[in-house]
Nanobody, 126 residues
Framework: VQLQASGGGTVQAGGSLRLPCKAS???????LGWFRQTPGQDREFVAG????????RYADSVQGRFTISSVKALNTVYLQMNSLTPEDTADYYC?????????????????????WGQGTLVTVSS
């Protein structure tokens, strides 16, 4: 599985941004996730989706503001980010791992992912 994230940029606080992650390869029985990282900090989980069943999981810090979704026909997963704050400034990465069937939640925040794309920088100005 190869992943390519894009859509980063600079946005004012309170604004919105959508990050697409285009995947190549077969994604059935995989989970896809978004992570973010700032300099000097560990990479943190943001959101995940079970590709087959569509179940989702979010970090508490983005719950209610961010939405992860997928378009199977495009082999693409999206991260819609609303009500952005300067604390959301980070490099955002998409990732994938082989996972359980469609009836399961995606992996929890501490479960390592296997495949990673390059980061896309999101900067939120105050």
């Amino acid at each position: 599985v190869q992943l390519q994230a894009s859509g980063g940029g600079t946005v004012q606080a309170g604004g919105s941004l959508r990050l697409p992650c285009k995947a190549s390869g077969r994604l059935s029985n995989h989970a896809l996730g978004w992570f973010r990282q700032t300099p000097g900090q560990d990479r943190e989980f943001v959101a995940g989706i079970n590709w087959t069943g569509g179940r989702t999981r979010y970090a508490d810090s983005v719950q209610g503001r961010f939405t992860i979704s997928s378009v199977k026909a495009l082999n693409t997963v999206y991260l819609q980010m609303n009500s952005l704050t300067p604390e959301d400034t980070a490099d955002y990465y998409c990732a994938a791992k082989f996972w359980k069937g469609g009836g399961y939640d995606p992996p929890g925040p501490s479960v390592p992912y296997t495949y990673w794309g390059q980061g896309t920088l999101v900067t939120v100005s105050s």
